[in-house]
């Protein structure tokens, strides 16, 4: 069976995956989600995401990371837009998370950006998820 949303399943898998207290996952590699892990590396929600090259298609691996008490440092990850319901939203309207303690997840036409790079840059998009 196809799988409708690639990235709600990447989002499940990296949340199943810490709550099971796992150190690494893989998932199956797309450009988006290679995107994806970059961003959150770069937000310092995980500490490592590389492509594994397979016969069949690649894997992503990622490496989780957790605090000094063994808690994953993800409190909570939710998909925003769906396949159904495409959220698009422009500079201004960008969401703050938390009062700034979290971050949104931006497809942009400059890449994949978190909440403040895409103000930075001025530019809007289809908000991906939110993570905190």
């Not at 069976?1 to 150190?23: F, V």
């Not at 995107?35 to 590396?41: E, F, N, P, Q």
């Not at 397979?54 to 409190?75: E, P, S, T, W």
């Not at 997840?105 to 978190?114: M, N």
Request: charged share 25%; with cysteine.
């Amino acid at each position: 069976m196809a799988m409708t949303d690639p990235i709600a399943d990447m989002l499940t898998r990296i949340r199943n995956a810490g709550l099971a207290k796992h150190q690494k996952l893989d998932i199956p590699s797309s450009n988006l989600k290679v995107a994806l892990g970059s961003v959150l590396k770069d937000l310092g929600y995980i500490k490592n995401c590389k492509v594994v090259t397979d016969d069949k298609q690649n894997v992503l691996r990622v490496y989780l990371k957790f605090d000094n008490d063994n808690q994953h440092v993800i409190h909570e990850i939710k998909r925003v837009s769906t396949p159904g319901r495409r959220v698009y939203v422009g500079t201004d309207e960008i969401p703050v998370v938390k009062n700034g303690l979290g971050n949104a997840i931006l497809s942009t036409s400059k890449g994949v950006l978190h909440d403040a790079a895409a103000r930075e840059a001025q530019v809007g998009g289809e908000l991906l998820c939110t993570i905190w």
